[in-house]
């Protein structure tokens, strides 16, 4: 599998969605709704958590 997005889009947009939505995004949710974000997620991060941590530091 390959990265169709860079690590800083990524973290950059998991980022913007929780600051849409005021809480870091559901995994669930974000498969449904952005599965392309999703897969780069996890190709980039062992997992969903770890990419949600990487999103919120500075």
């Given at each position: ?17 929780a600051?849409q ?19 780069n ?17 500075p």
């Amino acid at each position: 599998m390959e990265a169709s997005m860079s690590l800083e889009e990524v973290v950059q947009q998991i980022s913007n969605l929780a600051q849409q939505e005021g809480e870091a995004p559901r995994k669930k949710q974000v498969k449904k709704s952005n599965p392309e974000l999703m897969r780069n997620a996890l190709y980039y991060f062992p997992n969903w958590d770890a990419a949600i941590e990487s999103s919120k530091q500075p």
